[in-house]
């Protein structure tokens, strides 16, 4: 929110300078996002009266004006603008005056053969606010000839950040309000002289021929509505057209520029009705009927739920019709205009969960709506309708009808228990009775039975975030000072259990065997996916940020194929993901992508990847996890249906293996490829160590021939069973197919050590083992080669 | 004779003809043995004299022999490492090196630090619901504080969590203080993505329970962070905010020294406060007190190693991950 420095210097007198008052929001928690210094009107640029305008001769859309810049200086300009008229005061810019918001130096010049002398300018043109609609339109307070830059000096606005529990921060009162409560100042608040005689606040009970119907009173506590005749739409005075360009408004006529100040100034946003718009002087406030229709004074067309709560006047057939969505944006027929007269001016709460459902189905965000929601202060309504009617009275001539229109009354917020001793128990700040009293009350509470051990401290009104004994030592510690803070170490009974949740020992093995470690989204494409031929699909966002990020991943692996994708141009790749997955539950995997060579020099034969390579990784990690791995022939859909495997970790099915199917490979544009995909936690298993055996071993080699289709593992479980209980190894050595051994056959030769664990083997004993072993080939069906 | 023999050894090329000349003169038929031989037909006194002069042939001819083949060795091992030499200019055959992603080595980097603080680790789910991600945290149904956390809903009513907090619910509910946990992990807003914004990203959180802990415990711990990450004498500061899971609330700053402008400032890290009553009351426990306190991994990295683009961190492009090898 912006809040020029001025008028918070207007609500805390002697307010310091702004390098402290930077520093006092921050420490308030109310930090200063960013200062700026808005320029104020150019030099040379004066203010100018109008008297008299008419049409240039050779253009239809150009006007010639007479004005005058003071007293005895009158000359003529060409402008275009719609709102020239004769009475009119605007901002005269002489030739040679320089504007710094069009970085241009004007000069005299002709205008379709009509000298001009300078020009009259917008607000745009100005640098005032960003309005180029029609040129800046100043009150009777801008007398002609007088410096504009005297009326509108530059300003400093500070933009704050304000936390959604903060509803009075929103305004320039309760930001004053804390900056005086810190820095022990008086506040002057500009609704509440705290003089009822000084206040404007009407009496309910002089009839002012308006009528009030609240059907809602949930949905609507508290409503007032005050008329006012005789106003003059016209601009607002210099003072109020700064302040709200200054928080970034653009002024449009007193009697809106009114409205819309007391929103920003007290946090409570208003409204003023032309009284012709509320059919016999009656407003209501009611649910609206589904499907019933709204123009919005932005042109846009709501259609409304009974959800919504509107103001609604009398239709004239007996019916009645929408004039505003409540709290959220008024209607586009019933606001003041340039001939309004007579007002009814609308300053109402509304319930915030009404307000903000409202405002979240028709998408309006608004100024109104943004205090609503946080929760505006129930008892303001009068005191702000006063303020307004008096600055309308001033400011747009308006004559305040002596009643008012009112629903609903003051509340009173519930006491809290709050004991002055919790204050250093959870914070450790030494803070005085007396002071931690001053302070709430500084803040507005009402602090009962002090001297207690518990007070009964009950918060103001607008303070609508404080319900809680912690949220009262929060106030006590801000004010206070959270730099006062010390830093100490609590001694805990508390021994953390050991364990790696984030898996880092096995991304460290993987980074160490040479892999490039990647995140990627959690949400991808369900047609990535489906390319991938990953699992189905579980979980689809219902807002996703476009189609290539609406469902979550069901597989780490197509993640990896798009890096990989996505690094075409990288030969040897070797990546890996340790990340979750979204299936019938959520699981953590790990996954990895090989392709190219694993061990390369540009001018050597390196070694290609295979299958083998990708095993070969899985086998060390095991190693290194003291677990056992097997892989069984198995091929999931986005695999090699004959080089892939499931893999058994431990004794546990965790996953994947294997080349990557070509077909696949061929969606996501990649050549050969190799994957693996494993659930975690992967088991690991404490080493047991042993003496290493001093016996030698005996080595004796063989070679089977089997059928092709017969799987390496399936030979060794037989010969192995066969050895007995010497056989402390069993390897392959060579694999070989080919004429030698006939179609459909390979040889596996194997090489067999054998050792006692307490004495030498004589031959004899090695030989009867290779024999049975023999035996058992030859009863598999294998030819022994020799 | 002996001016014969050296020639004959000199001449040698190789160890295999200074075999040959050792047989021919040193062998058992050799001429300095036949020279032997024959001194049985000498008379004594003439057999000692000439039996002195051919042992001292014999020993000189064995001595060249001798010095020849070491000469011829050292000659043959001289050639051998002259075939054997390389080009050790040309590049070398390896797998190359690996990397941990910058955020894995920055999120280890703070598990390393509160290990040694005495927390314990522990993750939790990314797909939450509603409860454990606001409102046992203190999130009201529809209130304004659940805009500040814009949510990836999913069509069966559940949600990404938007913060690593819903593990202070899950942990508190199966554990009794007092303990010190610190949870990485991913989290998901749904805002616009930019160089600075990414709908995914990495917090780590610190919660801490017993029967009374301070904010002057949270400031402790907080500082023991940041003098680890950052070194002795870093301080920190405080301000006041809002989260609606904790109250008093913080954000917390360490005064560092910017490694890219060398400037010293506030760099502004993270949220933090005493654990809210409402959230003690959601998980069930009374009489205690505890501190928060979290951050982004993505600012600390992104500000720590100067990375201009978040999205960058999430690619998968290897030139970007090659750059992370040996970050830490």
Known sequence: MRVPLDALAELVPGLPALDEVVATLDALGLPVDAVHELPGAPAGVRVAELLEVWPHPEADELLIARLSAGVGHQTEVVCGAPNARAGLRSAWVPPGTWLGALETTLGARDVRGVHSDGMLASPRELGLFDHAGGLLALGDDALPGTALADLWPPCTVLELEITPNRADATAFLGVARDLAAKLRLPLRHSADPGDPAALDLGDPSVPDGLRLEVDDPVGCPRFTLRRIEGVRIGPSPVWLQRRLAAIGLRPRSNVVDVTNLITFELGQPAHAYDLRALEGGVLQVRRARPGERLVTLNEETLTLDAGDLVIATPDGRGGSRALALAGVIGGAGDSVRPDTTDVALEVALFQSLTVRRSARRHKQVTDAHYRFERGVDPNLAPLASARATTLLAHLAGGRPHPGISASGADVRSEPIAFRPAQVAWLTTLEVPLDEQRGMLERLGCQVRAPGAEAWAVTPPSWRVDLALEEDLIEEVARLHGYEHIGSTVPSMAFVPPAGDPTHRALRDALVEGGFLETISYAFTGAAELEAARAAQVRVRLSEPQGLERAVLRTALYPGLLAAARLNHAERDLALFEVGRVFLDDEVERVALLLRGQRLAAPWLPGVPVDFYVVKGVLEQLAERFGVSLELRPEAPAHLHPHAAASVVWDGVDVGHVGRLHPEVAAAFELGETYLAELTLPLASRAPALSSVPRQPFAERDLAVVAPLEVAYAEVRARLQAAAGPWLISLEPFDVYQGEQVGAGKRSLALRFRFRHPERSLADAEVEARMKEVMEAARAAGYTLRT | ?328
């Open chain 2, 1 to 328: 004779m002996l001016e014969r023999a050296l020639e004959e050894i000199t001449a040698a090329a190789d160890l295999r003809a200074l075999q040959q000349v050792r047989v021919a003169w040193l062998g058992r038929k050799g001429r300095v043995t036949e020279r032997l031989k024959g001194l049985g037909a000498l008379a004594p006194d003439e057999r000692r004299a000439a039996g002195a002069e051919i042992n001292a042939l014999k020993q000189a001819i064995g001595d060249a022999l001798e010095a020849r083949e070491r000469a011829l060795e050292a000659a043959a091992v001289q050639a051998q490492l002259e075939r054997e030499r390389l080009d050790v200019t040309l590049p070398g055959l390896r797998t190359a090196a690996g990397a941990h992603h910058l955020l894995s080595q920055v999120m280890h980097k703070l598990i390393d630090v509160f290990r040694s603080l005495g927390y314990e680790v522990v993750v939790g789910p990314e797909l939450e619901d509603d409860h454990h991600n606001f409102e046992a945290l203190n999130f009201p149904p529809e209130h304004p504080a659940r805009d500040t956390q814009d949510t990836f809903w999913t069509t069966d009513g559940r949600l990404l969590r938007t913060h690593t907090s819903p593990m202070q619910v899950r942990y508190m509910r199966t554990h009794r203080p007092p303990f010190k946990v610190v949870v990485p992990g991913k989290v998901f807003r749904n805002e616009a993505v930019d160089t600075t914004h990414e709908a995914q990203f990495h917090q780590l959180e610190a919660l801490v329970v017993a029967e009374h802990v301070t904010m002057a415990d949270m400031r402790g711990a907080i500082e023991a962070m940041a003098v680890a990450l950052f070194g002795p004498g870093t301080r920190t500061r405080l301000h006041p905010t809002f989260f609606p899971f904790v109250e008093p609330g913080a954000e917390f700053a360490v005064w560092w020294t910017h490694p890219k402008t060398g400037r010293e400032e506030w760099l502004e890290l993270g949220g933090c406060g005493m654990v809210h009553p409402n959230v003690f009351r959601a998980v069930g426990y009374e009489g205690v007190s505890g501190f928060a306190f979290g951050f982004g991994l993505e600012r600390m990295a992104m500000v720590t190693y100067g990375v201009s683009d978040i999205r960058d961190l999430y690619r998968g492009d290897v030139r970007v991950l090659r750059q992370f090898r040996g970050v830490a």
